[in-house]
């Protein structure tokens, strides 16, 4: 029996989404995410794996004249995406498919691809939830979902996604050499990061580059004024590349 939904809330209040009680739900990574993509007027989007659609509702909310599109392989999160969609009066179409086996109509290019992919190995636990585990766990499929969004990048355009920090390396395998940028999300300040966003301008022969990253907590557990500005005023975070 599926679990009820809760209402969580994003960009203080800006955006509203229905989530699983007890399935996997998005918070700090999916904000982060979407402040990552860099945005203009009018361009296509795509998310691989949207989930309740946080991330793509927070994309959105900074540019509400982007062509959206959202692939989520569970039925009933790809209708709850597309309720929470109109519950923002945002316009976006999700769309229920495997990422690895796309409907004919979204086997095109997208300017803007972005994912927050399962990135648990088998060194995981995987939950008891099935919904939450298909989420968290990517059973060794991790480097073919990084090939799955760039081959629907169109050249030119940018692929981001966000990660843990310890898959990096795998990760950069299955990416191009060159155009690519990392922008590590460290917990604290003296504390090595658990979450990294990666950004590849497709067709980029731009060198690799690591960027200062952002620290998310004070001391005090607090979130530091920089956190805060991307977490509640919806500020972009600055990668390197960011234009199309």
């Given at each position: 029996?599926?679990?009820?939904?809760r209402?969580?809330?994003?960009?203080?209040?800006?955006?509203?989404?229905?989530?699983?009680?007890g399935?996997?739900?998005?918070?700090?990574?999916?904000?982060m995410?979407?402040?990552?993509?860099?945005?203009?007027?009018?361009?296509?989007?795509?998310?691989?794996?949207?989930g309740?659609?946080?991330?793509?509702l927070?994309?959105?909310?900074?540019d509400?004249?982007?062509?959206?599109?959202?692939?989520?392989?569970?039925?009933?999160?790809?209708?709850?995406a597309?309720?929470?969609?109109?519950?923002?009066?945002?316009?976006?179409?999700?769309?229920?498919?495997?990422?690895?086996?796309?409907?004919t109509?979204?086997?095109?290019?997208?300017?803007?691809?972005?994912?927050?992919?399962?990135?648990?190995?088998?060194?995981?636990?995987?939950?008891?939830?099935?919904?939450?585990?298909?989420?968290l766990?990517?059973n060794?499929?991790?480097q073919?979902?990084?090939?799955?969004?760039?081959?629907?990048?169109?050249f030119?355009?940018?692929f981001?996604?966000?990660l843990?920090?310890?898959?990096?390396?795998?990760a950069l395998?299955?990416?191009?050499?060159?155009?690519v940028?990392?922008?590590?999300?460290?917990?604290?300040?003296?504390?090595?990061a658990?979450?990294?966003?990666?950004?590849?301008?497709?067709?980029?022969?731009?060198?690799?580059?690591?960027?200062?990253?952002?620290?998310?907590?004070?001391?005090?557990?607090?979130?530091?004024?920089e956190a805060?500005?991307?977490?509640r005023?919806?500020?972009?975070?600055?990668?390197?590349?960011?234009?199309?």
């Open positions: 029996m599926r679990c009820p939904d209402m969580d809330w994003f960009l203080d209040g800006r955006v509203q989404a229905a989530q699983p009680e399935g996997f739900r998005s918070g700090l990574d999916a904000v995410l979407a402040a990552a993509v860099p945005v203009r007027p009018g361009a296509t989007a795509l998310e691989l794996g949207a309740a659609g946080v991330a793509s927070c994309l959105l909310a900074r509400s004249s982007l062509r959206l599109t959202g692939v989520e392989r569970d039925p009933a999160l790809a209708a709850l597309a309720a929470n969609a109109r519950a923002n009066g945002m316009t976006a179409d999700f769309v229920c498919a495997d990422i690895f086996a796309m409907p109509e979204l086997r095109r290019d997208f300017e803007l691809v972005f994912s927050n992919p399962p990135f648990h190995g088998p060194d995981g636990i995987a939950p008891p939830d099935a919904s939450r585990s298909a989420a766990m990517d060794r499929q991790l073919n979902w990084l090939r799955v969004g760039l081959q629907r990048t169109v030119g355009g940018y981001t996604m966000i843990r920090a310890d898959r990096l390396d795998e395998a299955a990416l191009p050499a060159g155009g940028a990392t922008f590590p999300l460290w917990p604290r300040a003296g504390i090595p658990k979450r990294v966003i990666l950004r590849v301008a497709k067709g980029s022969r731009a060198p690799f580059s690591l960027a200062a990253g952002l620290v998310l907590h004070q001391a005090d557990g607090s979130f530091t004024p805060e500005a991307v977490l005023r919806g500020e972009p975070l600055a990668l390197p590349g960011g234009h199309l």
